[in-house]
Structures are given as structure tokens and as C-alpha cells.
């Protein structure tokens, strides 16, 4: 989209190449965009010839004792064709395939394909076909995320081992917000740091108001020449009403382009004469300001915001899982750890590496300085002095494959 853009300092939120947008503008529709993302649910077939199924969706007791709780599904086989009646919110979507209608509203953990595998995929089965219902458990596909989102496509497909295949595509409308990421035509990439109301950004005499304000310290170590070019381009192209050569390999110069913009009143250079739109005092100084071609990358921040306080552990070393996928931990790594230890915050240190990680109180031997469990050391053949010690699960799992390679650690502990 074409944007008018100032080249000025605001407000602080624009500093590293952050930039700072109109809220008037965003609310016309600038930087709004569709995000579109396609889930796979395949139906899988099975060693002994049985495969996962797709069934209607279940039916609520419409009345009656117990009712409001939905029905057991295909077990009590409630589901179509007997009539749709009352089907619970997580399957209102679903058509009576058990796939996901076209231009459905989808909520976290709503159903969007009724999938079914069978409890039995080893035994050898006559006819799959003619498995009875009770024979599979559920294994439905949910749309686990918190933003809802519309079904634009349903396509049912083989995939190269002939499995049947529904692939969903859901649609998302989306604002620019903080965080989201914009790029001009020449590398000028920034994320939005503040998104202003109209009466606060500056504006000129005759009304103009930028869409999109851009810090100029973007402008000495980077060299895009060819962004100024394409605001004088483009603003002299505005007033004449025809096309203009932008780059800087020919076509009109940057002369012709000024003397154009001066003979229709405005300056030469494409500077504007601003106004605050805080204060109401002029500006000190003329500002650089035009259309500029900007368009909204992928990288938003929907996709990356990420938090967690309590959620899944990694089997071998019990801490956090790692990613954003997997619902992992925040890593405080080996930086940031040296930070906290050149501030002497040794309370902080034990809460993030351990107390907050992977805390496991171990029973240690006073006499040996071997571990043992349960308030027993297997070494000394006694519990009398054997006492329970906090320390990081890595730790202990480091001296038992010490004590695998025949190296034996010895902790020598005492009363404090």
C-alpha cells in the first residue's frame, strides 16, 4: 500500500528502526491483511488393515432426565441420520460427514474433523469395514488457537499411500499491531513500535497527516538513496497525474522531479512545513514527508507471542521442553545467567536454574556422600544418616552417569 510518510523523530517509540503509524489510518485499513494457514488431518490405515474413520457428529439430549449433557457419541449411537438436535458447541461446525462446514467461525478447541481410530491396529481383521462402533476411541482434530478463525476451503484428497486426506484452510483478518513487521520496497524493515492517534501526529497546512512516520537515523549507515527518490517520484507524480521512473537508472532526475513539485507550491525537495499535533506549535524544522510503497511481512506478532507458568516437562531431564510448539519454557541462558551473577542476585539465580526448572530433593548418605532413595542408603545398609537434599534433576543425572562410566562422585554435606 501506498503510504504517506514522514521522515522525523516521535515520541522515542521509533528508535532502531522502529516505526509509528496512524491510528486513523489503520482504522480506514491500511496494513490489514488476510493470514491464511492450512491444517492436514489424514486417515491412516493400519498394519492389520483397519483404518481411522470419520463419523457425524453427536447428538445433545434434547430432554429428559439429564439433560444438557451430550450423548456418548457413536457408542450410544446418537448420531446421524436420526436427527440433528442439540449438538454441543465443541461440534456445532461439523456437517453430518463429520467435516468442518465452508465459512465456519472457529473457537479454541472446537472440532473441525470427527476423526475415530481403532483401539485394535495389531490383531488381524476379516473386514475392517465391518468393525463395530465401540471398537474406536476418539481422536478428533481441535483447533487449539486462542484467535478464532473462519473455514475459507475444504478439500478431501488421497495422499501418496492412499490415505484419505482433509485438508482445511482457515482465514484470519488482521490489524496491524505492535510488533508486527513493515518493509518499504528497499530492505528499510522495521517493526511497529506505537500506533498514535490522528490529533497527536503532525499535520500540515492544508491538512495532511503522514499514515506512517519513519526515524531518519535509517537513512546514513544504510544509503537507500533510492528511497528518497521514490517520495519525490512519487509525490511529483501525484501532481502531474502520470507515472514516474523511481530508480536510479534512468528515467527522469532528481532535478526534473523538484522543479515539477516546485511549480505546483510545493518545496523543491519534497520537505513539508509541520505543524505538532500535541503542542500546536510549528515544527523547528521542515520534515521530509511523501507517499512511500510499504508492505506488511509475515513475521506478526500472533505468530511469535509466547508465555508459559506451568506446562509440560522433558522426560529424561525433567525440565521445561523447548519451543513454542511444545508449550516450552522461557530459556534464561548463559548470558543472562553471567548478568545475574555479576549482580550477586544468587536468590534469583536459584529461582530461574532450578527452583523454577528442574527442583528434585535427592536422600543423601552423610557417611558415604552417595545417594540413595526413600530416606535409605543401599550402600551403608542404614537410613540413620541419610537426609533429603534440594538440588537440580541435571545434577543427579549427571553423578549416575558418572557412576556409570565407574567414576563415583561423593557429596560431603553437613548441618548448617
Same mark, same amino acid.
Given at each position: 500500500?501506498?503510504?504517506?510518510?514522514?521522515?522525523?523523530?516521535?515520541?522515542?517509540?521509533?528508535?532502531?528502526?522502529?516505526?509509528?503509524?496512524?491510528?486513523?489510518?489503520?482504522?480506514?485499513?491500511?496494513?490489514?491483511?488476510?493470514?491464511?494457514?492450512?491444517?492436514?488431518?489424514?486417515?491412516?490405515?493400519?498394519?492389520?488393515?483397519?483404518?481411522?474413520?470419520?463419523?457425524?457428529?453427536?447428538?445433545?439430549?434434547?430432554?429428559?432426565?439429564?439433560?444438557?449433557?451430550?450423548?456418548?457419541?457413536?457408542?450410544?449411537?446418537?448420531?446421524?441420520?436420526?436427527?440433528?438436535?442439540?449438538?454441543?458447541?465443541?461440534?456445532?461446525?461439523?456437517?453430518?460427514?463429520?467435516?468442518?462446514?465452508?465459512?465456519?467461525?472457529?473457537?479454541?478447541?472446537?472440532?473441525?474433523?470427527?476423526?475415530?481410530?481403532?483401539?485394535?491396529?495389531?490383531?488381524?481383521?476379516?473386514?475392517?469395514?465391518?468393525?463395530?462402533?465401540?471398537?474406536?476411541?476418539?481422536?478428533?482434530?481441535?483447533?487449539?488457537?486462542?484467535?478464532?478463525?473462519?473455514?475459507?476451503?475444504?478439500?478431501?484428497?488421497?495422499?501418496?499411500?492412499?490415505?484419505?486426506?482433509?485438508?482445511?484452510?482457515?482465514?484470519?483478518?488482521? %490489524?496491524?499491531?505492535?510488533?508486527?513487521? =513493515?518493509? /518499504? $520496497?528497499?530492505?528499510?524493515?522495521?517493526?511497529?513500535? #506505537? +500506533? *498514535?492517534?490522528?490529533?497527536?501526529?503532525?499535520?500540515?497546512?492544508?491538512?495532511?497527516?503522514?499514515? %506512517?512516520?519513519?526515524?531518519?537515523?535509517? =537513512?546514513? /549507515? $544504510?544509503?537507500?538513496?533510492?528511497?528518497?527518490?521514490? #517520495? +519525490? *517520484?512519487?509525490?511529483?507524480?501525484?501532481?502531474?497525474?502520470?507515472?514516474?521512473?523511481?530508480?536510479?537508472?534512468?528515467?527522469?532526475?532528481?532535478?526534473?522531479?523538484?522543479?515539477?513539485?516546485?511549480?505546483?507550491?510545493?518545496?523543491?525537495?519534497?520537505?513539508?512545513?509541520?505543524?505538532?499535533?500535541?503542542?500546536?506549535?510549528?515544527?523547528?524544522?521542515?520534515?521530509?514527508?511523501?507517499?512511500?510503497?510499504?508492505?506488511?511481512?509475515?513475521?506478526?506478532?500472533?505468530?511469535?507471542?509466547?508465555?508459559?507458568?506451568?506446562?509440560?516437562?522433558?522426560?529424561?531431564?525433567?525440565?521445561?521442553?523447548?519451543?513454542?510448539?511444545?508449550?516450552?519454557?522461557?530459556?534464561?541462558?548463559?548470558?543472562?545467567?553471567?548478568?545475574?551473577?555479576?549482580?550477586?542476585?544468587?536468590?534469583?539465580?536459584?529461582?530461574?536454574?532450578?527452583?523454577?526448572?528442574?527442583?528434585?530433593?535427592?536422600?543423601?548418605?552423610?557417611?558415604?556422600?552417595?545417594?540413595?532413595?526413600?530416606?535409605?542408603?543401599?550402600?551403608?545398609?542404614?537410613?540413620?544418616?541419610?537426609?533429603?537434599?534440594?538440588?537440580?534433576?541435571?545434577?543427579?543425572?549427571?553423578?549416575?552417569?558418572?557412576?556409570?562410566?565407574?567414576?563415583?562422585?561423593?557429596?560431603?554435606?553437613?548441618?548448617?
Amino acid at each position: 500500500q501506498n503510504a504517506s510518510v514522514a521522515i522525523m523523530s516521535f515520541s522515542g517509540y521509533d528508535i532502531e528502526d522502529a516505526i509509528v503509524l496512524n491510528r486513523g489510518a489503520v482504522d480506514r485499513g491500511f496494513g490489514r491483511c488476510f493470514a491464511l494457514r492450512r491444517y492436514s488431518v489424514e486417515l491412516k490405515k493400519y498394519f492389520n488393515g483397519s483404518t481411522d474413520r470419520t463419523f457425524p457428529p453427536p447428538v445433545a439430549q434434547a430432554s429428559g432426565p439429564g439433560s444438557g449433557k451430550a450423548a456418548s457419541g457413536m457408542h450410544r449411537k446418537s448420531f446421524f441420520p436420526g436427527g440433528r438436535g442439540a449438538v454441543s458447541r465443541r461440534f456445532e461446525a461439523l456437517e453430518d460427514d463429520g467435516v468442518v462446514r465452508v465459512g465456519e467461525l472457529l473457537e479454541e478447541d472446537q472440532v473441525y474433523v470427527h476423526k475415530f481410530s481403532p483401539t485394535n491396529t495389531r490383531e488381524h481383521v476379516s473386514d475392517p469395514l465391518q468393525l463395530d462402533n465401540s471398537l474406536y476411541a476418539p481422536s478428533f482434530a481441535r483447533y487449539k488457537t486462542v484467535v478464532p478463525s473462519y473455514v475459507e476451503r475444504v478439500v478431501c484428497t488421497d495422499n501418496s499411500d492412499g490415505c484419505r486426506t482433509y485438508k482445511v484452510m482457515m482465514r484470519q483478518t488482521r %490489524l496491524p499491531e505492535l510488533g508486527d513487521k =513493515f518493509s /518499504s $520496497r528497499h530492505g528499510q524493515k522495521g517493526v511497529v513500535g #506505537l +500506533i *498514535a492517534p490522528a490529533e497527536d501526529l503532525p499535520f500540515a497546512e492544508s491538512g495532511w497527516c503522514p499514515d %506512517l512516520i519513519m526515524n531518519p537515523h535509517g =537513512f546514513p /549507515s $544504510r544509503m537507500t538513496v533510492g528511497k528518497m527518490m521514490e #517520495l +519525490i *517520484a512519487g509525490k511529483s507524480a501525484l501532481q502531474v497525474g502520470a507515472c514516474q521512473y523511481g530508480t536510479a537508472f534512468g528515467g527522469v532526475g532528481v532535478e526534473t522531479l523538484g522543479e515539477i513539485l516546485a511549480a505546483h507550491g510545493f518545496h523543491y525537495s519534497g520537505k513539508e512545513y509541520l505543524t505538532s499535533g500535541i503542542t500546536g506549535e510549528a515544527l523547528q524544522t521542515y520534515v521530509f514527508a511523501g507517499p512511500i510503497y510499504y508492505q506488511k511481512l509475515k513475521h506478526m506478532v500472533q505468530d511469535k507471542i509466547h508465555a508459559r507458568g506451568r506446562g509440560p516437562r522433558q522426560l529424561l531431564t525433567r525440565q521445561p521442553t523447548e519451543g513454542r510448539a511444545k508449550e516450552g519454557g522461557l530459556r534464561l541462558g548463559e548470558m543472562e545467567r553471567d548478568c545475574l551473577v555479576a549482580y550477586g542476585s544468587s536468590a534469583l539465580l536459584m529461582e530461574r536454574l532450578m527452583l523454577s526448572s528442574d527442583v528434585f530433593e535427592a536422600s543423601v548418605c552423610s557417611t558415604c556422600g552417595l545417594m540413595g532413595y526413600e530416606g535409605w542408603c543401599p550402600y551403608c545398609k542404614s537410613g540413620k544418616h541419610v537426609a533429603p537434599i534440594r538440588m537440580p534433576y541435571a545434577c543427579k543425572l549427571l553423578f549416575q552417569e558418572l557412576m556409570s562410566m565407574n567414576v563415583c562422585p561423593r557429596l560431603h554435606i553437613k548441618e548448617m
